[in-house]
């Protein structure tokens, strides 16, 4: 989800790139689900391994769940790291309304969230 919205976003500012210390292999139905509703398709993602990305260049990581902040493995070079622990949605239990009722309160969090970063990263001039 986070990268669905962090793309929607900040796609004018700079790319986006999305992967997981545990990555399950596919992206969730209900986060499909929820970002439809706020006019974001994920439904073309998929879930891949951080360690795709070490020789990429990363100027920024952003890490979103648990102790992912931790299980982040080092980037080369000069790397601005940001950590906002959210929930993990899709370890919820209880009705179907009861977990999609969690995956919209995560949502709508990281779109908090990564709104406020982009307008902040706009208001800055920071460049990645």
């Given at each position: 989800m986070a990268e669905g919205i962090l793309r929607k976003a900040a796609s004018d500012l700079f790319?986006?790139?999305?992967a997981g210390s545990d990555p399950t292999g596919y992206v969730h139905?209900?986060?499909?689900?929820?970002?439809?509703?706020?006019?974001?398709?994920?439904?073309g993602h998929q879930s891949k391994h951080m360690k795709?990305?070490?020789?990429?260049?990363?100027?920024?990581?952003?890490?979103?769940?648990g102790n992912a902040d931790q299980a982040c493995p080092?980037?080369?070079?000069?790397?601005?790291?940001?950590?906002?622990?959210f929930?993990?949605?899709?370890?919820a239990v209880g009705s179907e309304e009861s977990v999609l009722s969690s995956f919209r309160k995560v949502r709508d969090q990281v779109r908090l969230v990564f709104?406020?970063?982009?307008?902040g990263y706009r208001d800055s001039g920071f460049s990645h």
């Open positions: 790319e986006v790139c999305s139905p209900k986060a499909i689900q929820v970002l439809k509703e706020i006019g974001v398709d994920i439904s795709e990305f070490l020789d990429r260049g990363i100027q920024v990581v952003i890490t979103v769940c080092t980037f080369p070079g000069q790397v601005r790291r940001y950590h906002w622990g929930e993990d949605p899709a370890k709104e406020a970063y982009v307008a």
